[in-house]
Each structure stands twice: as C-alpha cells, then as structure tokens.
C-alpha cells in the first residue's frame, strides 16, 4: 500500500490543552492551505475539548503521488457533535494547490456541513465555501430561518468581494446555501487574504452554530438528518469535481478510496440507498449511472440569490 503510516495518530497529544495539532510541516511557499487548517482546527479546539482523532487517521494520513513529486495531506478528527471533521491538501511542485476541508455533525444534529474546497493552479482559483444546508432551503423556509437568518450580513460582504464565479452544474446548487460563496479569481496576496478571512469568519459561524445545537432526540428527525447527510456523501463521492485531480495524482484505486473512504466517510454505512435511489436522472439505458457531473447542464450565471437570501434562479430541471 503506498498509504503511509508515517504520521501515527496522536491520543495523548489531543487531549492535552494548548497543544496546537498539526497535519504537516510549514512549506516554503508563499502562499499555503495549511494556514487554513491550523486555524480551523485551533479554533475547533476553543469550542470542544473533546476533539480527537478520527479512527480513519491511522490508514489516512499522508498518500504520495504516482511520480513521487506530490504529497497529499490528511488528518481526521472527531468530536461530541462532529462525526467527521477531514482535510485534504495536496501541493505540487508545479503551484496547484488544493484544500478539501469539511466538517460533518453527528445524525442527532441538523447543522449544516460545513465545506471548504479551494483549487488553485498557476493562475486560477476555483473556490466553494459554504456551510451546505442539510434540509431544503429553497423551497422550505424553517430551516432556512433556523441557521442561515444571521447569517445573511456576511454572505452579502463576501459575495461582494468574491463574486459569483459564473455557470455551474445545475444540480449542485440543491447542496448551497443562501450564503455560498462560488468564485474563481486569478492568483494575487489580496485574493487570498480575502479568501483567509472569508474561512475564517464561515468557520467561526458555524463553530458558533454548533455550540449552540441541541441533540435531537425524536428518532424520525434523526432518521431524516441522517438520510440527508448520505444522500450529500452520496451525490459528492460520485461527482465531485476534484476526482480527476485525484485520480491524476494516485491512480484510480487509491483516489476511489480516498474519496470513499476519508473524504466522504459514512456513504458506504451511513445508509442502503444508492446514487440512482437518489438521483434516478443519472440512469442510463443499460441501468448504470450516466459519466457526466450535470444532467440538466451548467446554468445559473447570475448569484441566484438575493441580499435578503431569497431564492431568485430559475426553478429547477
Ligand atoms: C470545479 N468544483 C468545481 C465546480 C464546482 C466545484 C461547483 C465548478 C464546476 C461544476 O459546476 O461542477 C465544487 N461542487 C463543488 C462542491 C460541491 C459541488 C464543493 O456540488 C458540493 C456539493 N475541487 C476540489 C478538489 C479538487 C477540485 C479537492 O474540491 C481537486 C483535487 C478541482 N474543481 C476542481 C477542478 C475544477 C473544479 C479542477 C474545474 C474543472 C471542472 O469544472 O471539472
């Protein structure tokens, strides 16, 4: 196996105060991801002194890329109220940089997930930042007032400094948030600096969310967040955009398993439906499921939502 076991997980350290975790050595690179982890996970640490590694650190820690040039970086942790909390990052000698930062609740709790993926190549970056709702929130206005009311003042500061970044897959829309932020925007220290303070405010927000969420104890609500939570992994261990990246990289067999097994961990137990139970458009005629990420195409040009967080876009399919 080309998964390496050189950074062992780390109990003792994760219950010791003041210990600042760490998933990888600085790099020399001006500008860097790993800042962004540090910061996630510190701040993680001020909200639960319960955060500890994840049982997936010990086979997920540090992968190499098949030219041997690439590091990928995991780490895996868990909490009272955090199922998962996982990153990836990958850097190449030749400036692509990747950060795939998410955070999943614990079935007893509706909180959004909260998802950080940012693309970086030579010259652009490809950014998704969200805390993606785990109920509808466009044609359902309860949960939508429940976590994201509040949050609107900072959705409508950071679209405006990081406009929307043109036409996406139609169906991805269904997993964002009135506040998404979807950008793309060329290499420059002010971008990044906006995009730092940007996490770190989205991160707050929901570390603030959580904090405050109540277990749920009604097992037919439990049931639907835990339905909705795989129908999520379900949807991005199948079309997640950084699959080729990955696949590129390590191979078909090591990036299938990265994605999952680590990246969207619980798709194979948190539930028996599968994609096409979820997403019966993506049948094909011989019943096995259709290659391309969008069936109804890229749309959605325009922020197709407005500063009130009202849904504007065109209805769907
Ligand atoms: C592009 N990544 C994109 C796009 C979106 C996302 C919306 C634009 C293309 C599209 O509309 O599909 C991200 N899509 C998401 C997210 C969700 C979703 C977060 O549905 C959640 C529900 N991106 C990564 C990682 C890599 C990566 C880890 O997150 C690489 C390892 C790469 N993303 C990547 C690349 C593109 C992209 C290369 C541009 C190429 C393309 O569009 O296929």
């Given amino acids: ?50 955060l500890i590694p994840s049982s997936l650190q010990q086979d997920f820690s540090t992968l190499k890329s098949l030219d041997g040039k690439t590091e990928l970086k995991m780490c895996s942790f868990q909490a009272p109220k955090i199922r998962l909390l996982r990153s990836l990052s990958i850097e190449t000698s030749e400036g692509m940089q990747v950060l795939d930062f998410a955070v999943f609740p614990e079935a007893e709790f509706d909180l959004p997930i909260f998802c950080a993926n940012f693309f970086t190549s030579a010259n652009i970056n490809i950014v998704v930042l969200d805390l993606n709702p785990l109920h509808d929130v466009i044609n359902e206005t309860h949960y939508k007032e429940k976590y994201y009311k509040n949050l609107i003042p900072l959705g409508v500061k950071y679209s405006e400094l990081l406009p929307w970044g043109g036409k996406l897959t139609s169906e991805s829309l269904k997993f964002f948030s009135p506040i998404v932020i979807w950008t793309k925007f060329s290499s420059s220290q002010e971008n990044h600096n906006i ?82 139970d979820y997403f019966p458009e993506y049948e094909s005629e011989n019943g096995s499921i259709i290659e391309k990420r969008s069936i109804i195409g890229k749309s959605f040009e325009k922020r197709p939502w407005n500063t009130q967080g009202v849904f504007i876009g065109d209805t769907f399919g």
């Avoid at 997980?9 to 760490?22: A, C, D, G, I, Q």
């Avoid at 795989?230 to 990265?258: C, M, N, S």
Wanted: net charge positive.
């Fill in 195 to 276: 995009l730092f303070s940007a996490f770190k405010d989205y991160y707050k927000a929901w570390l603030n969310l959580m904090d405050h969420a109540i277990k749920e104890t009604d097992h037919s609500q439990i049931s639907l967040n835990l339905e909705a939570q795989h129908r999520y992994l379900t949807w991005r261990a199948q079309k997640d955009p950084g699959f080729h990246v990955l696949k590129r990289l390590i191979g078909e067999t090591h990036a299938k398993d990265v994605v999952k097994k680590f990246l969207f961990s619980g798709v194979n137990d948190l539930g028996n439906k599968t994609f096409l």
């Fill in 1 to 50: 196996s080309i998964i390496s076991t050189a950074i062992k997980p780390y109990p003792l350290l994760s219950r010791t105060k003041n210990t600042r975790f760490s998933c990888s050595m600085k790099v020399a690179s001006s500008f860097s991801y790993q800042k962004f982890i540090q910061y996630a996970l510190d701040e993680t640490k001020l909200s639960t002194s319960d």
